[in-house]
């Protein structure tokens, strides 16, 4: 089992920046893929990001390629997400999520083992 635990998120002006990270409780989280989703209240949730066992490859959804980066460090088994030029449509419930999964699959929500709790992330016009 790992557990995640995401940091607090928070409110945030329209094209500011924030930053959250993911530690995760296992060692094992070196071998894993991470990613990032998010809900909006209403909608289904949404691939944002994700990030291979090495860092070597990343992966970003069409709404976020190029405001978001994610990061990771398996000395301190965690994952970082950067926000920046935030938008309100941004704004949504982000999960940090971990599993053993194919390349192929990292878009997909059923693909993963393991879900943070969810941190709220709020973006003001």
């Not at 992966?59 to 994952?79: E, Q």
């Not at 970082?80 to 419930?93: F, V």
């Not at 053993?100 to 973006?123: E, K």
């Amino acid at each position: 089992q790992v557990q995640l635990v995401e940091s607090v998120g928070g409110l945030v002006q329209a094209g500011g920046s924030l930053r959250l990270s993911c530690a995760a409780s296992r060692r094992t989280f070196s071998t894993y893929t991470m990613g990032w989703f998010r809900q909006a209240p209403g909608q289904e949730r949404e691939f944002v990001t994700a990030i291979n066992w090495s860092g070597g490859s990343t992966y970003y959804g069409d709404l976020v390629k190029g405001r978001f980066t994610i990061s990771r460090d398996n000395a301190k088994n965690t994952v970082y997400l950067q926000m920046n030029s935030l938008k309100p449509e941004d704004t949504a419930l982000y999960y940090c999520t971990a599993g053993a999964l194919p390349s192929d699959w990292v878009r997909l929500a059923s693909g993963y083992n393991y879900w943070g709790q969810g941190t709220q992330v709020t973006v003001s016009s």
